[in-house]
């Protein structure tokens, strides 16, 4: 099994550095900071840095199909408009308790949106994956999840590939495409002997999942069909979050990471902690879609 290293990209200081997503169109490159409550972005064409506070948590950011973005927040998904720096809340979270919030999210080829939840206190069979529809119906797709986390698709799209974090595993489902449905969920890759826990998620052209290991310090990649591990990135942060492709040939691999939870031995030996990394690849990644296409 080959192994190759990561290297430093931007350097921040992210709490909890999570849910990365290349616009190829504006070359800009976004992810967000959950416990920060922060959008961060970088724009390749102006090689410039930027940041927005939302003002409470935020698990996801998906570019839409006319300017701005969709954001899933602590209460809801909303749009906002760069420019005004403005939110409008287009989906409330059916929450009374206030013991949940969004976390991962991606849109399809369809221009729909899937994102799920967690339960901020770890409670099982709480949390859900949802599809948000172009027309703004929203669809519960998997119930009973504890900490909906990476979803990915396949190269055609027939397969959808989910990961519920404490349960160590990747599940694939058939996938139609035409109804936005998932059907037949079975285990892909089992994660039991791995370091750390499955957390984002991305696939390439080749049909493999690129996975990030929290609290195991890496990003590995699998075949889904053997359930065979292929190839492992070692990044310089134990809590490693998130990654996506990313560049003119989607052939770069972004890694997003985390400080919390660190201690100060910690924080010493891996100072770069919440940073985003990079490592170049030989394989081609899958193309973000957009909100409402």
Same mark, same amino acid.
């Given at each position: ?41 970088? %724009?390749?064409?102006? %090689?410039?840095? *930027?940041?927005? %506070? ?11 199909? /006319? ?7 602590? %209460? ?69 999840? /504890? ?6 698709? *396949? ?9 519920? /974090? ?16 998932? *059907?037949?969920? /079975? ?54 979050? *998130? ?39 030989n394989v081609k990644g899958m193309p973000l879609y957009r909100f409402g296409r």
């Amino acid at each position: 099994m080959e192994r190759v290293d990561a290297s430093l990209w931007i350097r921040v200081r992210n709490t909890l550095g999570e849910g990365p997503c290349w616009d190829a169109e504006l070359k800009r490159f976004y992810w967000v900071d959950i416990e920060g409550h922060t959008l961060w972005w970088y %724009d390749e064409k102006e %090689d410039e840095l *930027s940041s927005f %506070d939302m003002g409470q948590q935020l698990g996801f950011v998906v570019p839409k199909v /006319t300017d701005g973005v969709v954001v899933g927040l602590k %209460d809801g998904i909303y749009e906002w408009d760069e420019i005004f720096r403005e939110l409008d809340k287009i989906v409330e979270l059916d929450d009374p308790e206030g013991e949940l919030r969004f976390n991962d999210g991606k849109a399809d080829p369809y221009g729909r949106l899937f994102a799920g939840t967690l339960h901020l206190q770890d409670q099982e069979g709480q949390a859900t994956l949802y599809r948000l529809d172009r027309d703004g119906t929203t669809t519960e797709l998997l119930r009973g999840l /504890t900490l909906s986390n990476g979803l990915t698709w *396949s190269p055609d799209h027939s397969v959808f590939y989910h990961i519920d /974090t404490p349960t160590k595993t990747i599940r694939k489902y058939d996938f139609d495409l035409r109804t936005g449905t998932l *059907s037949n969920g /079975t285990v892909a890759v089992d994660f039991e002997a791995e370091e750390g826990f499955p957390d984002g998620m991305t696939s390439d052209v080749d049909g493999c999942l690129w996975v990030a290991h929290y609290a195991g310090g890496k990003v590995s990649r699998w075949d889904p069909e053997t359930g065979e591990k292929l190839l492992e990135v070692n990044v310089p942060a134990p809590n490693v979050t *998130s990654c996506c492709f990313i560049g003119d040939g989607l052939n770069r691999l972004a890694i997003t990471t985390a400080r919390e939870g660190m201690d100060e031995s910690a924080l010493e030996k891996y100072p770069d902690a919440g940073s985003v990394f990079l490592v170049d690849t030989n394989v081609k990644g899958m193309p973000l879609y957009r909100f409402g296409r």
